[in-house]
Each structure stands twice: as C-alpha cells, then as structure tokens.
C-alpha cells in the first residue's frame, strides 16, 4: 500500500520524485529487511539479556551477560538494516509486485483504501 502512494506521489510531482529518489527507495531489491538470520540472532541476543538479568542475582558475572545480550541484539538490528548480505529467499520482508489485490469488500485492507482514494477524490 505504501509502495502504491509512494509511486502516486512520484506521478504527480516528477519534480519531487527526481530529488528524492535513489538506493533509499522502500521495498527495493537491494533494501535492507529482515531476514531469518537476523531475526534468530536478535532472539538469542534477547534470551541472553533475559537470563542474564533473571540469573543476576547469583552472580555478578550474569550481568556481563546480559550486557553482552544487548550488543548481540543492537547488532544484529543494526545488521539488518545495513541489508546483512540477505538472499532473496531469506526476506521475511521482501517486495511483491505480483499481489493480488483483494476484492472482499469486508476485508480490512479494502476499506482502508477506499477511504483513502475517496480523501484524494475530495481534495
């Protein structure tokens, strides 16, 4: 959804579109993402943070770990978004530009949209 107002507003202002473009572009093939790995490296770091505090009270030592959990953590987060050499088929987050739209008028997303072109419609 966002990737369709993004490219609305690149239509309507060239102009704009030409000074804001470039690498930074949302959902491109070589954006950053989360990825699997990432992901898996974020939860270790958070399983360390939590034992380390939960065990801190037997050791001083556990504190170092839980230190040690939140920069394992940071970093992989920090991975990610630099891209972390993720392959396409590793993206959790990865671009679809064959998607179906969905015509249930019930559905949340349909509504959202139609709401949205109506408020453009409007102005």
Known sequence: ???EIEQS???????FGSTVAGDHVFGGDGA???TLRGLAIAVVGLVMLVGGVA???QSLWFIA?????FLVMFGA???MLRGGGASSADRIIKRRPGRERSN???SMASKMEENFRRRFEER
């Not at 507003?9 to 102009?15: I, Q, Y």
């Open 1 to 3: 959804m966002l990737r």
């Open 9 to 15: 507003l690149l239509a309507d202002d060239p102009k």
């Open 32 to 34: 950053p993402g989360i």
């Open 55 to 57: 065990l801190a009270q």
């Open 65 to 69: 770990l839980s230190v040690v959990g």
């Open 77 to 79: 987060g920090v991975w």
């Open 104 to 106: 249930d008028p019930s």
